[in-house]
């Protein structure tokens, strides 16, 4: 089992820039892969962005390349996701999720944990 905390989450104006850290406890963190997921209200949840064991590989969708980074520390078991150059249209409940299979993926059903989110909020 994994547990993962999601935090960071907050109301911001465009333009601005967030932090989100999602902190995982139970089995050893490096083994798994991480992503970040969100959803919309009345929307499904979609891929943000997602890092291999070891931090070499990231995968991200195309609206927040060049202004979303994720990474991780293994030793703090923290996965990162800076969000530069907030839009409105990043409004959603946050979730990161980690995955114990061989390959990085940026399939949600692929994932095995989930944590409970955080919302971020852009105003324009």
């Known amino acids: 089992q994994v547990q993962l905390v999601e935090s960071g989450g907050g109301l911001v104006q465009a333009g601005d820039s967030l932090r989100l850290s999602c902190a995982a406890s139970?089995?050893?963190?490096?083994?798994?892969?991480m992503g970040w997921f969100r959803q919309a209200p009345g929307k499904e949840r979609e891929f943000v962005a997602a890092?291999?064991?070891?931090?070499?590989?990231?995968y991200y969708r195309d609206s927040v390349k060049g202004r979303f980074t994720i990474s991780r520390d293994n030793a703090k078991n923290t996965v990162y996701l800076q969000m530069n150059s907030l839009k409105p249209e990043d409004t959603a409940v946050y979730y990161c999720?980690?995955?114990?299979?061989?390959?990085?993926?940026?399939?949600?059903?692929?994932?095995?944990?989930w944590g409970q989110g955080t919302q971020v909020t852009v105003s324009s």
């Open positions: 999720a980690a995955q114990g299979g061989l390959l990085l993926t940026m399939r949600a059903g692929e994932y095995d944990y």
């Open positions: 139970g089995r050893t963190f490096s083994s798994y892969h």
């Open positions: 890092i291999s064991r070891s931090g070499s590989i990231t």
